[in-house]
C-alpha cells in the first residue's frame, strides 16, 4: 500500500463547476498535509495546507482533513480552464518528511 | 525574495561527464531539499540537509553527491550517470524541518544523460 494515494484521474469537470481532489494516507503519524498545483514542465507549487481536522478555506480553495479517516480533500469551487493542473497531496510525518502522492490531473473545459 | 533559484535550467551530459546543479535561496531557510522526478510521477526525495548538515540520504546512489557550502547554497554533484538518471531534478527549501513545513520549490533542472 502506498503510504499517501490519490484518486487516479484524470479527473475533467466544466469551467464553473466544483472540482473534488482526493488523498488517503496511511501512516497515523502524518501531522501536516499539503496540495501543491503543478502545471506541464514546471515545478510544484503550493497552494493549501491544512493541519488540524476540520476545513480550510482559501479563496476559491477548501482543503478538508479527517484525521480518523486518514483522508484529505481539495475542493476547488467557480473552477477556471488556469486550474487544469497536476494536484500532489502531500503528508509529513515526524521524520520531517513529506510523502507525495502520484498526482491527480485536473482539466477544466472551458 | 521569495524564490529559489536553480541553475542550469536544461543540461545534456554524457555518461563520463561530470557537472553540478546548483540551487540558492534567500529566505533564510535553514533546510534544503534535493528531489528527483520522472516524466508523469511525484517528485522523490534524494537528500536533505538541514541546518546546513545532511540529515536524510534517501539510498541514493554515489553518482550523485550532494553539498551544502552554506545556508543559502546548496550544490548536486553528478559523476558517471546513467541515462534512466534523465529526469527533473528539484531542489526545495524549508524554514526548518518541523512537521509543519511547508517546501517551496526552485523550477528544475531537466537533466538528459545520454
Known amino acids: 500500500q502506498k503510504e499517501v494515494e490519490q484518486n487516479s484521474g484524470p479527473l475533467s469537470v466544466p469551467e464553473g463547476a466544483i472540482a473534488s481532489l482526493n488523498c488517503t494516507y496511511s501512516d497515523r503519524g502524518s501531522q501536516s498535509f499539503f496540495w501543491y498545483r503543478q502545471y506541464s514542465g514546471k515545478s510544484p507549487e503550493l497552494i493549501m495546507f491544512i493541519y488540524s481536522n476540520g476545513d480550510k478555506e482559501d479563496g476559491r480553495f477548501t482543503a478538508q482533513l479527517n484525521k480518523a479517516s486518514q483522508y484529505v480533500s481539495l475542493l476547488i469551487r467557480d473552477s477556471q480552464p488556469s486550474d487544469s493542473a497536476t494536484y500532489l497531496c502531500?503528508?509529513?510525518?515526524?521524520?520531517?518528511?513529506?510523502?507525495f502522492g502520484d498526482g491527480t490531473t485536473l482539466t477544466v473545459k472551458p | 525574495d521569495t524564490e529559489v533559484t536553480q541553475t542550469p535550467k536544461h543540461l545534456v551530459m554524457g555518461m563520463t561527464n561530470k557537472k553540478s546543479l546548483k540551487c540558492e535561496q534567500h529566505?533564510?531557510?535553514?533546510?534544503m531539499y534535493w528531489y528527483k522526478q520522472k516524466a508523469k510521477k511525484p517528485p522523490e526525495l534524494m537528500f536533505v540537509?538541514?541546518?546546513?548538515?545532511?540529515?536524510i540520504n534517501e539510498s541514493v546512489p554515489s553518482r550523485f553527491s550532494p553539498e551544502c557550502p552554506n545556508s543559502s547554497l546548496l550544490n548536486l554533484h553528478l559523476h558517471a550517470l546513467q541515462p534512466e538518471d534523465s529526469a527533473l531534478y528539484l531542489c526545495?527549501?524549508?524554514?526548518?524541518?518541523?512537521?509543519?513545513?511547508?517546501?517551496?520549490f526552485g523550477s528544475g533542472t531537466q537533466l538528459s544523460v545520454l
Open positions: 540537509y538541514s541546518y546546513e548538515k545532511l540529515s
Open positions: 502531500a503528508a509529513n510525518t515526524n521524520a520531517g518528511k513529506s510523502t
Open positions: 529566505m533564510g531557510h535553514r533546510a
Open positions: 526545495a527549501s524549508s524554514q526548518g524541518r518541523s512537521t509543519n513545513e511547508k517546501l517551496f
